[in-house]
């Protein structure tokens, strides 16, 4: 679904192919959010690496078909897959923006630090940020 963004010039078979041989997509638990029959949005949830911490986990690769793109698909995953975890007893969500944090501030995220960092993290509940290591990117 991130095809336009992250294929670096491959095809789009090459593409799907580098995909499916990725031993990271493996370490991790991917959502789909179906609309009307079709799969429009996509995204992987990891924990216990990449320097997460304890009881919270990390979403990755974020994507909405470009066909479906703007119709509020990836907020309403996001928003599903958050309300999950925490039901499940995490104490919160971080990610790594690689587009303007905007759009993750209106789904309840906060950048971790000012700078240097894309790093964010969206708390469940009366819970601290962790004074551990900031996540490595995943
Ligand atoms: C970013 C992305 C996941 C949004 O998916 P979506 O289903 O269209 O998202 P929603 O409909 O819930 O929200 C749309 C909002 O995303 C914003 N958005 C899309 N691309 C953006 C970008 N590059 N930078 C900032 N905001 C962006 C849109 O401007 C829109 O904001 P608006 O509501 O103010 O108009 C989608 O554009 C995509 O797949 N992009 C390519 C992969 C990517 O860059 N993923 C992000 C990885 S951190």
Not at 4 to 24: A, I, T
Request: hydrophobic share 30%; glycine share 10%.
């Amino acid at each position: 679904m991130g095809f336009d963004v992250w294929s670096g010039g491959k095809s789009e078979e090459q593409y799907v192919k580098k995909c499916k041989e990725s031993k990271k997509y493996t370490t991790g638990t991917w959502y789909v959010l179906e609309s009307e029959n079709v799969l429009v949005s996509s995204l992987i949830v990891y924990e216990s690496q990449f320097r997460i911490p304890e009881n919270f986990c990390g979403i990755g690769s974020v994507a909405t078909a470009i066909l479906h793109r703007n119709k509020g698909h990836s907020s309403h995953l996001i928003n599903g897959v958050c309300e999950n975890l925490k039901r499940s007893g995490y104490s919160g969500v971080y990610l790594h923006s690689d587009i303007d944090p905007e759009f993750y501030k209106r789904l309840g995220f906060n950048p971790v630090s000012t700078e240097g960092t894309n790093c964010m993290v969206r708390l469940f509940g009366s819970v601290r940020v962790p004074e551990s290591e900031i996540p490595s990117y995943f």
